[in-house]
């Protein structure tokens, strides 16, 4: 029985495929050119055409053949050699003994599984590779440092697919080489550590409100490899030190450093991403002083308000004639008050206007709550006494009207309070405002 062999080769450099006999060293650009050729020189006797059996041996650690010939991956065969359980543990055992790379390196047999364990300084897990069996499906699951890991080498984690031995001891050794990202270490943002704390937080806006969400958290406060690590790092590395994804924020501290600097040069520090501990602790701290303030001028009111009420001093003659010749003065236009403070003029208009169907501006009604809430019933009809006042009443028909209620003024402050936290005004300078007091002044 005459036979010849044959070789399918794929040539790299040009790309091309072509069949190589062994006997003759010719080589062929298509498989029926070399039966053509085998015919002419009579390999095969009579006019019938040859018949060729054509031997494929299986090789896994290169592509398969429809890999290279067809553009799809289709496998010839519906069997593959997968990888068992006990060939794996195998394997795992035989790079234990013999590399060095694996000294030290834990095996444990689970239920449909096998788990490898990589110990680093003081005995510490470091990385923990699972490689699960779920019949011929297998998945694998990867930790570090107990944060899990998305890929592997560019192979997903948690997917079950069949998979051969190869690939499997491929996945291993890529675990056992590589390193761990360490983050983006932040020796020489130290500032910028003190200002952001344990969070980096980016600003998403859309029309109805602004989102902030965590990006990257501070690892290993106050240590020597401290760092801020990406909510995605890949966390294992090869060739780089760093990971593509934590190399990125290194952009982002030098521009909040640069950005503290200049607004350090006009000594104001703006801190926009405080964090949720530091933001907390300093509303409580206001909310306590605010208790305090308030407690104190209710006690200052209170004995002011007694006062005044034990005095029962009259209005003197004097102020009340001065307060009549001004009026007199600027009825006959004798004095220019467009130059006063607006609340001024809007006095001196309502005591040189008729005594009745006064029309009071609001901004001047304002003011005038404002001397009720300070000095109380007492004091503002003894100011009445002196000059023309919108009276208790009108006061109060104002503030119902624009629908003032019990405790607005508490929201307002704490507003406030949430601001100056948040721009960190109460370290930088002093900040005043007067509330109204809506004990006294309040809806009936």
Partial sequence: MKYREGTLIYDKKDKTFYVFDKKTSEKFDTFSSWITFLKVNKIFKGARSALATIFFEPNFSSSNLASIMRTEQNPY???HNLASIAEVISLIKTNITSK???FGVGMREIINGIGITFFGK??????????????????YDMFVFEKRVKKINGIATGDAIERNLSEIEETIQFVSKSKICPGQITKGFEQVVKLRDNYLVKNERNSNSTIHETFATLENQGQFNEAYRKIDCDLLIMEMNICQNCQKIKNTLIQIQIRNQNHTNVSSIKTNHASREILTEKIQLQRKKIKDQ?????????KLQLKIENEKEEVSEDLGQIAEEISIKVAKHEVDISTFNPIFQELIRIQSGKAKGVKYHPIFLRWAISIYSRGGHAAYETIKSIMRLPSVSTLKSYINENQQHLGWQ????????????????????????FSHDSFKIQKV
């Fill in 100 to 102: 060095q790379e694996f």
């Fill in 122 to 139: 003081e005995n510490k897990v470091e990385k923990d590779l699972t490689i699960r069996w779920k019949k011929n499906l297998i998945s």
């Fill in 294 to 302: 308030n407690q104190i001028l209710q006690t200052l009111q209170d």
């Fill in 410 to 433: 508490n929201k307002t402050a704490y507003h406030i309070l949430q601001k100056m936290a948040t721009e960190n005004i109460g370290d930088q300078g002093r900040i005043g405002f």
């Fill in 77 to 79: 065969w519906k069997t």
